[in-house]
């Protein structure tokens, strides 16, 4: 294997295959990145079991190719390598199947390298019909109900986002049995079979900041026990996850005693007010008391003071609430809102608090009350 290509393309390249790199992983060969020159360009790739990556670098975009070949360079140093090199163009050489020369300008690195026969087979499959979304949307909807997902490894299947395909509707859910965050698309093409899948959250968050901004398509390919995503010249292939997710559909009332309308971003300046004077081992709790027009917010912690503050709203009937919740849990939720007005929606003290967007249907957020009136 012999080669050259501007640092900048395989930087590119390197960043993103680096994701499904671990430091914990037992075999040894994993902790690799596999460089495949062919002909037709190079596949770089990384697996960790859980998250396999391959981003293919097209022969155009390739100095030279001078002897095809492949072998597994040491993830960790080949990325700080291209890293830190300061010069444009960078040439490999494999040297006798165990060594590769990596040279640019007057930097020269000698490192030990894998016999690439030892990395597993990646088995990136895709479907005929893949379903189809922009990329925009896709960050857009994994940024909206990623954050609600489980982090607690006792309920393995609340890790994960539910993904539920009936015809051109797509509708992700994320609990981690505090919260909800539900967010639906319409597809551009309709599918035949119901699909429900659960995909691991931190491998969608790791899944979006591979993608890069430019409003064209990402592919999903889903399988059984994988799903794979298809985008530029890169595969990105996650396991799922095995059982039934719960319906939390049924914990979202259809009808509500009041309906509140407020600023999102006054609302959420005065919770992060109100949070200062609250800490965690207490759930960091906010009390809300709707009085008429107006709501009052407030925290109390006999260790720090008390904050009060009030605010502005519209209300639906003269129906009054008071109400506490988890001031952390609140604003995750309204940062997903992307309108200038949040709609609260309650029922009584003890059922849950909807909150919704008030120009976009599509998405809805719920948190549970915190029991203390």
Known sequence: MKFSIKKDVLLNSLNKVS???????????????????????????????????????????????????STVIQGKYVLEIIRKLEGRIVSFELLDNIKVLISCGKSEFNLNCMDANEFPNL??????????????????????????????????????????????????????????????????????????????????????????????????????????FKFDNTLFQTRVLSGTFPDVNRLIPDSFEVEIKVNASEFYNVIDRAALLTSEKDKNIVKFECENNE??????????????????????????????FSSKYMMDALRT???????????TDIKPIIIKDAKDKTLLQLILPIKTY
């Open 295 to 324: 709501v009052i917010i407030s925290s109390n912690s006999p260790e720090i003071g008390k904050v009060e503050e009030e605010i502005d709203v519209e209300k639906n009937n003269d129906n009054n609430i008071k109400i506490a």
């Open 337 to 347: 809102i992307e309108s200038k007005d949040v709609i609260l929606c309650f029922n």
């Open 19 to 69: 994701k499904a790199l671990s430091s914990k992983n037992l075999i040894p060969v994993l902790s690799g990145i596999k460089f495949n020159l062919t002909n037709n360009g190079l596949f770089l790739s990384a697996s960790d079991n859980d998250i396999s990556i391959e981003s293919f670098i097209d022969k155009k975009d390739l100095e030279e190719i001078n002897e095809v070949g």
């Open 123 to 228: 088995n990136l499959e895709e479907q005929k019909e893949p379903i189809i979304l922009r990329k925009t949307e896709f960050k857009n909807l994994i940024n909206k109900t990623s954050f609600a997902v489980s982090t607690q490894e006792t309920r393995p299947i609340l890790t994960g986002i539910n993904f539920v395909i009936k015809e051109d509707k797509l509708e992700c859910i994320s609990t981690d049995s505090y919260r909800l965050a539900k967010k639906l698309v319409t597809l551009q093409n309709k599918v035949n079979e119901e699909v429900n899948v659960i995909i691991p959250g931190k491998n969608l968050i790791e899944l979006t900041k591979i993608i890069e901004e430019e409003d064209d398509d990402i592919q999903m390919h889903i399988f059984s026990n994988k799903v794979l």
